[in-house]
């Protein structure tokens, strides 16, 4: 005899879950790219004033 199963919760109702969870994940990466991005933008500006004062002109 073959058993049947009861039906659950429609798997429906997992398919928004799941693009909750990706929409949240690719808004984490965006955000680590924005960081990513700010940075990458400042550091060069640092470093540079931390260089020029560091020039010694005989």
Known sequence: MRHQRAPNKP?????PTMRAGKRSLL???IKFIAWVIVVGLLLPPIACSLQQGEVDYD
Do not use: S
């Open 11 to 15: 798997k429906t109702h997992q398919k």
């Open 27 to 29: 808004l984490d990466f």
